[in-house]
């Protein structure tokens, strides 16, 4: 989740849009960049790519020319609530309505994989809750899965059922997020005793403040001498990132490679 | 690719570049229309004239009466027909530099190929059916541009020049074959600067250099290579024109003299009397020459190498795309 531990890499990786220099990635069963993975992945990042040049009516046009199956009244619909005309030069928009606009794209595939790196870097509060709304719309309705790259925890936390958190380059934390909640404690208590609690639980992260600390560790009941508490994601993954070397649950065999 | 493939990419590429696909035929067809109308107002004059003899390409004998003829007919200053002929070379490099470098370059630097990427397309796909409608409406364009420029310059020529010479540059270059195999390479030559490169100006620049080589090599490599291929040999007289070719239809590769063995000599006897000097030895003077039905092969096979670079441009275009897909 830190900057350059690699999850735009990783993300282009999937997409098709960069070859590992060394592994393999697979995604659907099919290589990244295979047809079959073409035809089943979308994907949008933080750069917004679109022809902002064109107007909006031809960058749809250009949308539904390269693809076999596209949703044409999903794509007017989302359009008309957002109140964009076809008219309108794409590189006039705002950035949060370009990343609209190229998110509408991404979903008129009818994809079953969404790949989102950062895409609601440039929306307003509004704008966000609006297209975290819509995601999880399709996503309940489509069977759509999306694969969301973020910095702000807080969204994270109203749509995500599964938390990967990347540290230089290596999964550090791979595990639906309801078993990563139901297996840390935040946990409350004396700093002198931090040591002897690297005995009792897994210990991700101490911080001392005075003589008390605050202790996110990987254990399902607190320790004698310990209040705990449940975690919040948020506290979940900056625990995680305090500590590069600690492991949570989950699969480590992925390292993206530049 | 399938037909379906090469429908979607190509509306796609419409919808793209809508301006330049447009504009690339204009670009050509536009001086082509101004040339066309031009020669038709030349012709007629020569019509009217009883000049029609001075259009056959090795109409020697009527060189005074269509040079004349030609001056009178046109009302301009003396170089503008070789100026014109040179601005004519020109535009294909104009289009391979305003329209070919940025086709592929400004979407690789502004990130926008990413959105093609990821609407179902691979990167292969986006280059060869972003370039290939690019490329065959530039080929067909500067062909047709080609013709209009072959068939006002046969008029042309007598005010630039005395004669009609079947072998000078302005017949081997202004063909419909020529432009279209000098655009076809430009377009290929722009489209591996802007991949390798990824940015437009940059480019630009590498694409100027790169072409400015493959000139270079024709025209002081290739051509005489090609010239000397095939040639036809004859032997003549060293003091008069007596046997030699036809120097409005032909081209002299090279002389030489000949012994009665049959061996070649180079080089130029230090005698006053050389007709009696080959006399004395028993040697013949030869030449070696390109008939002038020769002409369309050579051209033909000179385009045929332009497009064949061309050819390897696209391909190391694509294999540098597959090895460095994005930055």
């Given at each position: 989740m830190r900057t350059g531990v690699g999850k735009t890499t990783l993300l282009r990786i999937l997409a098709g849009l960069a070859t590992p220099t060394t592994g393999t990635a697979t995604i659907l069963g099919a290589a990244p960049g295979s047809p079959q993975a073409r035809a089943t992945v979308s994907a949008m990042d933080q750069t917004v790519p679109l022809y902002r040049h064109l107007r909006v009516g031809d960058q749809l046009a250009a949308a539904r020319a390269l693809n076999e199956q596209w949703d044409a009244d999903l794509a007017k619909q989302r359009l008309s609530a957002l109140g964009m005309t076809t008219s309108a030069r794409v590189g006039k928009l705002s950035g949060g309505q370009q990343a609209q606009l190229a998110l509408t794209m991404a979903l008129a595939r009818r994809p079953r994989l969404l790949l989102l790196d950062e895409p609601l870097a440039s929306l307003d509060p509004l704008a966000r809750q609006d297209v975290l709304g819509w995601l999880m719309t399709c996503v309940a309705e489509d069977s759509l899965s999306v694969v969301f790259s973020s910095h702000i925890i807080a969204e994270l936390e109203q749509i995500a059922s599964y938390l990967v958190v990347l540290s230089a380059g290596q999964i550090q934390v791979a595990a639906t997020v309801d078993s990563l909640l139901d297996t840390h404690l935040a946990l409350t208590g004396p700093a002198a005793g931090v040591d002897d609690l690297y005995n009792q639980v897994e210990v991700v992260t101490a911080q001392r403040a005075g003589r008390q600390a605050l202790v996110l560790a990987r254990t399902g009941a607190a320790p004698p001498g310990w209040a705990a508490r449940p975690v919040t994601m948020e506290e979940l993954v900056l625990g995680y990132l305090r500590e590069p070397a600690a492991r949570g649950a989950g699969e480590s065999r992925l390292e993206i490679v530049r | 690719m399938t037909a379906m493939t090469v429908r979607r990419m190509t509306w796609a590429t419409w919808y793209k570049h809508r301006f330049s696909v447009v504009g690339i035929p204009a670009v050509f067809l536009l001086p082509a229309l101004a040339l066309f109308a031009d020669g038709v107002v030349q012709r007629h004059y020569l019509s009217v004239h009883h000049l029609n003899g001075c259009l056959v390409a090795n109409a020697t004998t009527g060189g005074s009466s269509c040079v004349s003829g030609a001056w009178v007919s046109f009302i301009r200053p003396s170089p503008t027909p070789n100026v014109i002929a040179v601005a004519i070379l020109a535009l294909p490099v104009l289009a391979g530099l305003f329209a070919g470098v940025p086709w592929v370059a400004r979407e690789l630097e502004s990130g926008a190929f990413r959105f093609t990427w990821t609407q179902g397309t691979s990167p292969r796909r986006w280059l060869l059916g972003t370039f290939g409608p690019l490329v065959l409406l530039a080929a067909v364009s500067a062909a047709m541009y080609g013709a209009a420029a072959y068939w006002w310059y046969q008029i042309a020529q007598w005010q630039a020049g005395t004669s009609i010479w079947s072998w000078r540059w302005s017949s081997f270059e202004l063909t419909p074959f020529s432009l279209a195999g000098w655009t076809v390479l430009t377009m290929a030559?722009?489209?591996?600067?802007?991949?390798?490169?990824r940015r437009v100006l940059p480019a630009m620049i590498a694409f100027i250099v790169t072409l400015g080589a493959c000139v270079y090599l024709s025209q002081t490599w290739l051509r005489p290579w090609l010239?000397?291929?095939?040639t036809a040999a004859?032997?003549?007289?060293?003091?008069?024109?007596?046997?030699?070719?036809?120097?409005?239809?032909?081209?002299?590769?090279?002389?030489?003299?000949?012994?009665p063995g049959g061996q070649r000599v180079s080089g130029w006897p230090a005698v006053n009397n050389v007709s009696a000097w080959l006399a004395q030895h028993h040697y013949t003077y030869w030449v070696a020459y390109q008939p002038h039905?020769?002409?369309?092969w050579l051209e033909l096979a000179r385009n045929g190498i332009l497009i064949t670079v061309a050819a390897f441009a696209v391909l190391a275009s694509v294999w540098w795309l597959r090895i460095r897909p994005a930055d």
């Open positions: - | 030559l722009a489209l591996l600067c802007g991949v390798v490169i010239f000397g291929i095939g004859k032997q003549v007289s060293s003091s008069t024109s007596a046997g030699w070719p036809s120097s409005a239809t032909t081209y002299t590769v090279r002389t030489w003299f000949q012994t039905n020769h002409l369309i």
